[in-house]
């Protein structure tokens, strides 16, 4: 018998072979096998296929947010940002920082005729804002360059646009919760806007509720110092090595900075799939978490498997 064994390679392939051609009188145990061994494959693949489903969409949602956003940023703690253009050569000195952007973000108001929509205000350098975000390949009419200091245009995402009734060539009132001190008492501060130009991000909550400008159109808006932004966006070579970068970065510049990554600013999107797909394996797992297959997810990656 030892020598059979020896025979055949490999020894799981004459185990299986043992028990599913069974002598005539073990009918029964042999259809058990057969049975058992179709169970699990259909059970394994039900496991890719819903993991696979999962990676698949949040790639594509995490391409989509990075699309409109940055990889990391650094601000200061409290107040704006004065001297950005040192605070970005600084950090551009490391190899894994591709790129660096200033922006002004805000809060407002934006009003055409009866129809009035609150939205985020964004402001941004248009050449610089290439090297960080896909902003400009995601516009269908106009593009970035149509931004011009002191020409108050803005750009809307479609869904905006939409709402408020306006298509490139409007003017739209936009309103900020910055008050203006006047004889007939005190005013919120009103600008008037050029729309020129519209993005569609294929996600609702861009196209629905930002609004770009230039930046120092927005430092007026807002009423910033000259040359004040609120951070510097950033680029990095790597996405995936952004919380570990952005420490560092931070570590290195004075008291007073903050630096965030991408995971910090858009938790709730990837830990939302990460718990979605633990719950689908857990579903799938015969003893419901209990010793069977299970897995880590962590977002941007595949997930690191554990054997209970």
């Keep these: 018998m030892i020598g059979i064994v020896f025979m055949f390679r490999p020894l799981e392939l004459f185990i299986g072979l043992r028990y599913t051609r069974a002598k005539r009188r073990n009918h029964f145990i042999s259809f058990i096998s057969l049975t058992s061994m179709l169970g699990i494959a259909l059970g394994i693949t039900a496991l890719i296929t819903v993991l696979s489903v999962m990676n698949g969409f949040q790639q594509e949602l995490r391409g989509r947010i990075l699309a409109m956003t940055a990889h990391a940023t650094i601000s200061r703690w409290s107040g704006p940002l004065e001297n950005w253009r040192a605070v970005r050569d600084q950090v551009l000195q490391n ?20 129809l009035v929509s609150g939205a985020l205000i964004q402001g941004i350098l248009p050449d610089e804002e290439q090297q960080v975000s896909d902003i400009d390949g995601k516009m269908v009419q106009g593009s970035l360059d149509d931004l011009r200091p002191g020409g108050f245009g803005i750009i809307l995402g479609k869904e905006l646009a939409n709402a408020l009734g ?63 932004v609120n951070g510097v966006h950033l680029k990095l070579r790597d996405l995936f090595q952004a919380p570990r970068l952005a420490r560092q970065l931070a570590a290195r510049l004075p008291d007073g900075y903050l630096a965030r990554d991408w995971t910090q600013d858009h938790a709730s999107f990837f830990s939302g799939g990460a718990d979605r797909k633990n719950r689908d394996v857990r579903d799938l ?24």
Excluded: C, W
């Excluded at 190899?95 to 009866?114: D, K, T, W, Y």
């Excluded at 909550?205 to 930002?210: I, P």
């Design 285 to 308: 797992d015969p003893d419901r978490g209990g010793g069977g297959l299970q897995y880590r997810i962590r977002p941007g990656d595949g997930g690191d498997r554990q054997t209970g």
């Design 95 to 114: 190899p894994e920082v591709q790129g660096g952007a200033p922006f002004i973000r805000g809060e407002a108001m934006l009003n055409n005729a009866s």
């Design 166 to 228: 306006l298509m490139v060539g409007d003017k739209v009132t936009v309103i900020t919760p910055q008050a203006t001190v006047t004889p007939a008492g005190v005013l919120p501060r009103l600008k008037r806007f050029d729309v020129v130009g519209i993005f569609k991000a294929g996600m609702y909550e861009y196209d629905r509720g930002l609004a770009l400008v230039h930046v120092a159109d927005a430092g007026k808006l807002f009423q910033y110092p000259d040359g004040a």
